[in-house]
């Protein structure tokens, strides 16, 4: 099979086409028909070697996966051959930048009704992170007031989708050429990250109070920032764990003095989240947000990688790999 490999650490050079063996599921595994993949800013970062684990090479890279199981190992319930499913790849073995991948049944889910492949790659890594950040590690619900950070991204514009769905209040920052998407994503204000406080904004469209609810998409000084922003009792969820070495405890103070819950978090893959997005997506709560839909070339996503690693994009790039 076709796959985009990598066989040392290093830049979007370090990206090739090869021909590797397509694997045989056993237990309960699914071999999976790639239709499309998505692209994660992860993704970049291990390429790069800036994520500290295991990884093994060749390796191929590439986690969110919208496919059709191909065969089952014999120890599968849920799922046979001509399903259509959708998921996140195993963290130590991503695999998704390939015609097939193996993936245990326990965290794939149907694709949505009325998606294309292409639409349901967009959703897996982005949409649990989203999902789990909000819901589980913050408890979001009506009332509350939630600021995102980075609203225009993958996260974010889901982010935004889901605590509006969950009836929060929504306020966002972002750059001003993506102002108009994120306030049609739901946001009931905008802020510019680059010519605005968002400090000072959010405490003025809260009358003081701060927002109970925190997603930072950013990290660094964004996050320590946004305790400045929270109400007493807030709960501040980060995702970024790169810049966690250059926090002081004299950063953090403003959350002591707010009794804030920090939660650093880490997406988790199972398949009760995918199905509750999927249902959503369904209903028509939450619209996918494609970027750019790409080949299976080393090239285009090496500038793909090169881009998410120096701006910040509207949605998901996607991988087109085979037919819909």
């Given amino acids: ?14 990206l090739s086409l090869a021909d590797v063996p397509k694997r045989d599921p056993f237990g309960t ?16 970062k ?8 295991p990884f093994t090479f060749p390796l191929i890279l590439g986690y969110d996966v919208s496919g059709t199981v191909e065969a089952v190992g014999p120890g599968v319930r849920d799922f046979g051959p001509g399903d259509e499913v959708f998921f996140a790849g195993e963290l130590l073995d ?4 390939a015609e097939y991948v193996i993936v245990d049944e326990s965290v794939a889910a149907f694709k949505p009704v009325g998606l294309s492949h292409v639409e349901a790659a967009s959703i897996p890594v982005a949409g649990m992170t989203a999902w789990q950040a909000l819901f589980d590690r913050a408890g ?7 600021l995102v950070h980075g609203a225009a991204g993958g996260v974010g514009s ?3 989708q889901l605590a509006s769905w969950a009836g929060c209040e929504v306020l966002a920052t972002c750059g001003k050429s993506n102002a108009a998407y994120v306030e049609d994503l739901g946001a009931d204000l905008v802020i510019d990250y680059k010519s605005q406080d968002f400090v000072q904004e959010v405490l003025e469209a809260t009358a003081g109070e701060g927002a109970s609810i925190v997603l930072d998409t950013v990290g660094g000084e964004v996050m320590t920032r946004s305790l400045e ?6 709960r501040l969820v980060s995702i970024v764990p790169e810049n966690l070495a250059g926090l002081s405890l004299d950063s953090l103070r403003p959350g002591f003095m707010r009794n804030a819950e920090i939660h650093l978090h880490f997406m988790e893959r199972h398949r009760e989240a995918l199905d509750a997005l999927a249902r959503l ?8 947000s494609v970027e750019e839909v790409i080949p299976l070339d080393p090239q285009r996503i090496g500038s793909a990688h090169a881009r998410m690693e120096t701006s910040h994009g509207r949605g998901k790039i996607v991988i087109q790999v085979g037919k819909e």
Avoid at 94 to 97: K, L, M
Avoid at 140 to 146: K, L, Y
């Fill in 229 to 234: 922003a929270l109400m007493p009792g807030g």
């Fill in 46 to 53: 291990i390429r790069a070697g800036a994520i500290p684990l």
């Fill in 158 to 160: 889901l982010a935004v």
């Fill in 140 to 146: 979001a619900g009506p009332g509350d007031v939630v």
């Fill in 29 to 44: 595994q699914l071999l999976i028909r790639v239709a499309a993949c998505g692209l994660n800013p992860v993704d970049a």
């Fill in 281 to 288: 997506f369904e209903r028509g709560f939450l619209e996918p």
């Fill in 94 to 97: 991503p695999g998704a930048y």
């Fill in 1 to 14: 099979m076709k796959a985009i490999t990598i066989q040392r650490f290093g830049g979007p050079d370090t």
